[in-house]
T-cell receptor
């Protein structure tokens, strides 16, 4: 079953603008991760935020986590054409011995040059 | 450095034929291994994961099976493919539980069942 749901499903913006994607999940987590997938390729890890963190930055990426609302957002600043890809959030579950990561449905981001 | 290889990259198979997709990881020991399937334009569905040789956990009932004959080898199989088995199959590994770190993905195997 899907743990995370991304919103919006698709997003098109002009190059240079900021892109914001949201993720909601259902159960308690240890961490939430964001991944990127170029068309027809494997996923690449972008950033991991732990349940006791509220915000994390990596280059042009900013991730927030609100465990009370069970939601996260990914902000890409000053977007570039190369940022065109699908973005997925993924969560583990706060279960003892949990060994799996559950992915959301993804946001397809298109940057218009 | 660690690398993950997945093959074949593309496969077209008739309904009822067998399937074997292979994944190997280099540069690490005792990784957790995962098989995900992605339908066109959709999210990833976890099919199987393994925390050690011969240890396979299945997430969804289906006509697929997985095996881990060696520490860094993960194989996805089917005896008889169905049309619904078409999709993009992704192998991934992690060092330890996803509670502590990221997954590293292969480049995927696109399966079309006709």
């Amino acid at each position: 079953s899907q743990q995370g749901e991304e919103d919006p499903q698709a997003l098109s913006i002009q190059e240079g603008e900021n892109a914001t994607m949201n993720c909601s999940y259902k159960t308690s987590i240890n961490n939430l991760q964001w991944y990127r997938q170029n068309s027809g390729r494997g996923l690449v890890h972008l950033i991991l935020i732990r349940s006791n963190e509220r915000e994390k930055h990596s280059g042009r990426l900013r991730v927030t986590l609100d465990t009370s609302k069970k939601s996260s957002s990914l902000l890409i600043t000053a977007s570039r054409a190369a940022d065109t890809a699908s973005y997925f959030c993924a969560t583990d579950a706060d279960d003892f011995g949990n060994e799996k990561l559950t992915f959301g449905t993804g946001t397809r981001l298109t940057i218009i040059p | 450095s660690q690398t993950i290889h997945q093959w074949p990259a593309t496969l077209v198979q008739p309904v009822g034929s067998p399937l074997s997709l292979e994944c190997t990881v280099e540069g690490t020991s005792n990784p957790n291994l995962y098989w995900y399937r992605q339908a066109a334009g959709r999210g990833l569905q976890l099919l199987f994961y393994s925390v050690g040789i011969g240890q396979i956990s299945s997430e969804v009932p289906q006509n697929l099976s997985a095996s881990r004959p060696q520490d860094r080898q993960f194989i996805l199989s089917s005896k008889k493919l169905l049309l619904s088995d078409s999709g993009f199959y992704l192998c991934a590994w992690s060092l330890g539980s996803p509670s502590t770190g990221e997954l590293f993905f292969g480049e995927g195997s696109r399966l079309t069942v006709l």
